[in-house]
């Protein structure tokens, strides 16, 4: 049996991508997007630790509490932090399956006052493929879309690798 029907999991990735940023209003101070008085601000996203406990609830889905931490720096000198709740979706009970996730995740990143705020709302969409190499340990690979809407307009595309870890077998 590949599926995780009842198990319980925790899964642990590290992710990088590109940050896309339309800022609402300029709040005074130095920011990184000053040049020219621009709205619109791109850069590298910071390397992410991203985890999560998750319980499969059926066969084929797992409901999840995800903490993202930024292991390096964002363009603007702080460290993302992010806790929420999502869910994923896995194909047929194969040993390697696609998967689709969503997630609201609270941001806690500290330091952003001239973005609008120390908290902001984040939905986060996930597309992978999952690999168990035996019924209690699996690796994966996801492409992750992050969009933030309170402090910013923001949009934050990755690329994901990671492990999990199940019990009971």
Known sequence: RWDHARQFALRAGLGMGYSFTIRYADRGG????????????VGVSPLMLDTALAFGATRGLELEARFRMG?????????????????????DETRGRFFIGAAVLADFTGG?????GDLDVLLRAEEGWHFDA????????????????????SCVVDLNLGVQFRAPP
Do not use: H, M, V
Not at 140 to 153: C, E, K, M, P, W
């Open 134 to 153: 035996s019924r209690w340990f699996g690796f994966y690979i996801a492409a992750g879309q992050t969009f933030g809407l309170l402090r910013n307009f």
């Open 71 to 91: 292991i390096l720096t964002n363009f603007d000198d702080s460290r993302p932090l992010q806790a929420g709740f999502g869910l994923r979706l896995l194909t």
């Open 112 to 116: 952003r006052l001239r973005a609008g």
């Open 30 to 41: 130095s920011d990184p997007c000053d040049e020219g008085e621009s709205k619109f601000c």
